[in-house]
Every structure is written in structure tokens, then in C-alpha cells.
């Protein structure tokens, strides 16, 4: 079994368009939620989301083939071309067939359905774009990635709601670990802000109402949350076998330990109680990096600011960690980052690596008082100075669905 680390990080977010914006905003506690502008939401419950704020596709995708692509698939290939060239690739590289694709999406090409709809109900068959389907599906934000950097070895589109990113970049320290492939660009990208997504979301009571104060209104863990802020974006890594980044001279960045994957298989949205699923995912991954539960120094909290999620993954930690949970930091970087959905691992995996490259533990923005069941210590207020060396990330989905990533500070 080869070793698996981490040689580049690519961030797409309503805190920043790469990787260093959205680590000094998530660090700052500076929230990216906003009134929503890019249509008319006066008419549904919550006006308000995390948007992507000034994002130009045209550097990574010319004009003339935009219309082949989702949103969320530009945003999957704007992160992936910063992960690739953090990596030390060109960006004519050919990867080859050793090379894949892990780039999975919750719900994929939400707004083209909701526009192809729309131009079927009120023209007809003669409206609708012959690219309609492909830039719908949930596999082709991989696809876009493999075609542009020749990746012909493993492609793989998870989608498992709000678990995706972890699930996609466990899948892929799998199979360079297992030697069927030498490198892989994992993560996962969304971009469900359209009146469609959000008013699914919104008739399920999911979201906060907090339509007077947007920038706190994702509070993961407050006494006083009241639903999650959606979110757009994509967080990619380029994950590489030890032996084959050492080869091309790369720097590594961080490696991953161990991931762990399961289901509560008990409802459809409703984690078990005391997220038990949860808890066989943590102690999962944990045994996979062969680490106890004192070895962790930070973990990265799916903590979505909904009532059930925050208490039910807070006795989680507790039951995973015992007497450790006391002095464990746990933060949720959603308070300024709102909820990507199938982007939220990747993008978390992203500020997980940087937490342990930067010795800087990023808060819990908005958090003023912890609920009932949350007492955790969840770095709130500001970010910390601390030395880590191991970081565990969750995501958990819809359908009772659990990935829990471990990520390691390389030492060599």
C-alpha cells in the first residue's frame, strides 16, 4: 500500500476565487453570504445565499465554450487548474492513463434543468440547447477536467448529497494507495443557487430565514441557528503517490491518513441519534490511518448551523473521543463559507490542509452562544495559533450517507 499525500489545493467560494482569499476571509471569520443577485428571489422565503462574487470563467474556459458547461463545472475546472498548478503542471499537461478524475457534485446542473424547463414549457422542442444534457449531468464537471489534462486513467463522479467531497477524495486515496493509478484531482463543485434549488430547500425549512442578516445567518452550533445558508463553489485537491511526487520533484503539501465511510440507514434527511453512523465513519477512518483518538489535534466539523446536525454530530465527537473531546478544537468553517453542499468536503479538505501547513486553527464564525448539547471547544471568535499534526474532516448527506477524511502534516 503506497502512501498518498497532498501536492496542490484548488478553491472556488462566496469568501474568495482561489485558495489564499478564502483561507484569510475563513480565517478572518468574514462571511460570503449575501442577498441573493442573480435573480429575482423577492418571491421565496429566503432571499439570501453564499454566491460566488466576481467569478470570470474566461481564463480557464474561452468564451465560444462556455456553452458546454455548467456553472458548477466552470467552477470545478477554475479550481482544478489552481490545484494542478500549485502542483508544478503546466497547463498543457497530459497526465496519461495512470492519471484520474474524483470530482463529484450533489445535484450537478441544477440551474441548466431549471433553464431547459423553462424554455420547453414557453417555446417548445426548437428552444432547447443540444448541450442541455451534458452540461446537466453530474459526471461531466470530471469530465471537462479529465478532457482538458488528458487524465485517461480512473474517473469517478460521487454524488452523495453533502458527503460528496470527502467521498470523492477517499475513493481516490483508495486507488493510489492500491497502486491502479499514481495520481488523481478529487473534490467536488456545486452551484445550486437557482429559484429551483432554493425553494426545494426552502420548503423543507433547511435554511435560515434570517432575510435581515445574511452575513450571520450560517451560526453552526449557536444557541440560536436556525438552518444553513447555500452555498456554491468547488474545492479540489491533486492527491499523488509518495514515490511519484518525490519522482517529479513536487512539494508536498500534507498527506492523507485514513477515511472512513458509512450509512445510518434510518432517514432520508434525519441523522440516527447521537449521529451514530457518524461514529462507526470517525472511529473508520481512524482505524484506516491506524491513529488513536488522542493522535487527532483538530477537526473540521460538517457543523451545518442546523439544529439536529450541530447537537447530534457534537455527541458524536464525544462518543469518538472520549475524555480527548475536552481539549479537542472543532471548528465548522461554514459560518463564513454557508453550505456548498457537494463542494463542501472538498473546499473543507482544502482548509484542513491548510490549518496544517499553517499551524492556524480557522473559527467558527458567528458563534456567540452554544446551544444545548454543544459543548465543544469550537474555536469561536478567532483563529488560533496551533501546532497540527493531524486534522479530521466530516461531511455528512442526505440519505444517512458519512465520509470522515484524515489528513496528517507531512514530516517526510
Known amino acids: 500500500?503506497?502512501?498518498?499525500?497532498?501536492?496542490?489545493?484548488?478553491?472556488?467560494?462566496?469568501?474568495?476565487?482561489?485558495?489564499?482569499?478564502?483561507?484569510?476571509?475563513?480565517?478572518?471569520?468574514?462571511?460570503?453570504?449575501?442577498?441573493?443577485?442573480?435573480?429575482?428571489?423577492?418571491?421565496?422565503?429566503?432571499?439570501?445565499?453564499?454566491?460566488?462574487?466576481?467569478?470570470?470563467?474566461?481564463?480557464?474556459?474561452?468564451?465560444?465554450?462556455?456553452?458546454?458547461?455548467?456553472?458548477?463545472?466552470?467552477?470545478?475546472?477554475?479550481?482544478?487548474?489552481?490545484?494542478?498548478?500549485?502542483?508544478?503542471?503546466?497547463?498543457?499537461?497530459?497526465?496519461?492513463?495512470?492519471?484520474g478524475v474524483y470530482i463529484g457534485s450533489g445535484i450537478g446542473g441544477i440551474s441548466t434543468i431549471e433553464d431547459q424547463g423553462r424554455e420547453l414549457s414557453a417555446?417548445?422542442?426548437?428552444?432547447?440547447?443540444?448541450?442541455?444534457?451534458?452540461?446537466?449531468?453530474?459526471?461531466?464537471?470530471?469530465?471537462?477536467?479529465?478532457?482538458?489534462?488528458?487524465?485517461?486513467?480512473?474517473?469517478?463522479?460521487?454524488?452523495?448529497?453533502?458527503?460528496?467531497?470527502?467521498?470523492?477524495?477517499?475513493?481516490?486515496?483508495?486507488?493510489?494507495?492500491?497502486?491502479?493509478?499514481?495520481?488523481?484531482?478529487?473534490?467536488g463543485a456545486e452551484a445550486p443557487i437557482c429559484a429551483l434549488g432554493m425553494a426545494g430547500f426552502a420548503v423543507m425549512r433547511a435554511l435560515s430565514r434570517r432575510n435581515d442578516d445574511p452575513a450571520t445567518a450560517s451560526r453552526p452550533f449557536d444557541v440560536d441557528r436556525d438552518g444553513f445558508v447555500m452555498s456554491e463553489g468547488a474545492g479540489v485537491l491533486v492527491l499523488e503517490a509518495l514515490d511519484h511526487a518525490q519522482a517529479r520533484g513536487a512539494t508536498v503539501l500534507a498527506e492523507v491518513l485514513g477515511y472512513g465511510l458509512t450509512n445510518d440507514a434510518h432517514h432520508i434527511t434525519a441523522p440516527a441519534e447521537g449521529h451514530e453512523g457518524a461514529v462507526r465513519c470517525m472511529r473508520q477512518a481512524l482505524d484506516s490511518a491506524g491513529l488513536r483518538p488522542e493522535d487527532v489535534h483538530y477537526v473540521n466539523a460538517h457543523g451545518t448551523s442546523t439544529p439536529h446536525n450541530d447537537q447530534h454530530e457534537s455527541a458524536a465527537i464525544h462518543t469518538v473521543f472520549?475524555?480527548?473531546?475536552?481539549?479537542?478544537?472543532?471548528?465548522?468553517?461554514?459560518?463564513?463559507?454557508?453550505?456548498?453542499?457537494?463542494?463542501?468536503?472538498?473546499?473543507?479538505?482544502?482548509?484542513?490542509?491548510?490549518?496544517?501547513?499553517?499551524?492556524?486553527?480557522?473559527?467558527?464564525?458567528?458563534?456567540?452562544?452554544?446551544?444545548?448539547?454543544?459543548?465543544?471547544?469550537?474555536?469561536?471568535?478567532?483563529?488560533?495559533p496551533a501546532d497540527v499534526a493531524v486534522a479530521m474532516s466530516n461531511a455528512f448527506g442526505f440519505g444517512g450517507t458519512n465520509a470522515t477524511i484524515v489528513l496528517g502534516r507531512f514530516d517526510g
Open 123 to 187: 417555446h417548445g422542442l426548437r428552444r432547447i440547447s443540444p448541450f442541455f444534457i451534458p452540461r446537466a449531468l453530474t459526471n461531466l464537471a470530471a469530465g471537462h477536467v479529465a478532457i482538458r489534462y488528458g487524465a485517461r486513467g480512473p474517473s469517478l463522479a460521487v454524488a452523495t448529497a453533502c458527503a460528496t467531497g470527502n467521498h470523492s477524495i477517499g475513493e481516490a486515496w483508495r486507488v493510489i494507495r492500491d497502486g491502479t493509478a499514481d495520481l488523481v484531482i478529487a473534490g
Open 322 to 384: 472520549g475524555a480527548h473531546a475536552d481539549r479537542l478544537p472543532v471548528s465548522s468553517t461554514k459560518g463564513a463559507t454557508g453550505h456548498l453542499l457537494g463542494a463542501a468536503g472538498g473546499l473543507e479538505a482544502v482548509l484542513a490542509v491548510r490549518a496544517l501547513t499553517d499551524g492556524l486553527l480557522p473559527p467558527t464564525a458567528n458563534l456567540r452562544t452554544p446551544g444545548p448539547g454543544c459543548d465543544l471547544d469550537y474555536v469561536p471568535a478567532a483563529a488560533r
Open 1 to 99: 500500500m503506497r502512501r498518498v499525500v497532498v501536492t496542490g489545493l484548488g478553491a472556488i467560494s462566496p469568501c474568495g476565487l482561489d485558495v489564499p482569499s478564502t483561507w484569510e476571509a475563513v480565517c478572518a471569520g468574514r462571511s460570503g453570504i449575501g442577498p441573493i443577485t442573480r435573480f429575482d428571489a423577492s418571491g421565496l422565503p429566503v432571499t439570501f445565499a453564499g454566491e460566488v462574487k466576481g467569478f470570470d470563467p474566461e481564463p480557464f474556459v474561452p468564451a465560444r465554450d462556455q456553452k458546454r458547461y455548467d456553472l458548477y463545472s466552470l467552477f470545478a475546472v477554475a479550481a482544478a487548474v489552481e490545484a494542478m498548478r500549485q502542483a508544478g503542471f503546466p497547463d498543457d499537461a497530459v497526465l496519461g492513463d495512470r492519471a
